[in-house]
C-alpha cells in the first residue's frame, strides 16, 4: 500500500471543496446517523485524503463514487473506522457503575425469579473497556450475581476497535483508574506497559458490530435491561438522535435502565423515557 506523503496529501486535500465536503457528510450521516459540521472539516478532510491516496483514487470525485457503488461495503466500513473517535478508559464514570450495582441491578433482579436472564448492552463498545468494567463491577461488587444468568452485549461500528476490544491488550493509561487489587486479578503484564485482560472476561462478553441508524442491526437486541449509551449520541444530529432513542427503548425491557454520557440529555432526544435519581446517579427508564 502507498504510503502518503506530506505533498501529495496537502495536493488532494486542497482538491476537496465546500461543495465536496457538504455532499461527503449529507451521504456518512445518512449511512451511519454521525453529523460532521464546518467545525469538523479538517478532522473529515484529513481522513478522506488517507482513504483517497490508500485506494489509489486521483481525486474526492472518483473516490465517492467508487464509495457509493462499492458492492460489498468494505471501503465504507474501513472509512466508518477510520472517521469514528475511540477515547475510553476502565471505569470511565465510574458513579454509573455505582449506580447499576448499587441500585438499577436490584430493581432489574426484583422483576424476574433467581435464575433469570439479566441482559446488559455497552454501546459504543470502543476498544472494550466499558463492558469489561461493566463485567468487573459484577463480579466484584453486586452480592446477587450467582442468583442470576446475566448476559453482557458490546456493539460498536468500528470493526477495528471490536477487535481489539476481543484481543483486550491495554496500555497503562487505560488501566490506571483500576485498583491495583484488580489489576492484579483480572489482567496480566504483555509487554512493556501493556497489561492483557483475562480470557475469563473476555468470553464473558458478546461482541457485535451495530449501526443505531440501521433498524435491522438493532432489531436483533431485545429485553435488554440496562443500556450504557455514553457519549455517542453527541456525534449524531437532533433526528438521529430520536431515531437511535427509539431503537434503544425498542430494545429495552419495561422497567429497563439507560446510562446516557454526563453531558448528554434525554429529555432533549426523547419523551419515551422517564428520569430516575438515585444516590450515586441520575439515569432513565423505560416505563414498566
Known sequence: MKTPTLASTQ???ALITDADFAKFAE??????????????????????????EATGSCSFRSYFVMLRFEADGAEMQRLVNAMTVNETYFFREAYQFDCMVNNMLDEVAARKLPGSRIRIWSVPSSTGEEPYSIAIYLLERWAQIDRYDVEIFSSDIDTSVLAAAERGVYSRRAVEQLPPAYLRKYFTPHGPDEWRISRDLVSAVEFSRVNLSEAADTRRFRDIDIVFCRNLLIYFDDLSRRVAAEALFDAMSPGGFICLGHSESMSRMSSLFTVRRFPDAMVYQKPV
Not at 451521504?27 to 483517497?52: M, N, P, Q, S
Open 11 to 13: 495536493a488532494v486535500a
Open 27 to 52: 451521504y456518512f450521516h445518512r449511512k451511519t446517523g454521525i453529523h460532521f459540521d464546518a467545525g469538523k472539516r479538517y478532522f473529515v478532510d484529513k481522513r478522506l485524503v488517507e482513504r483517497i
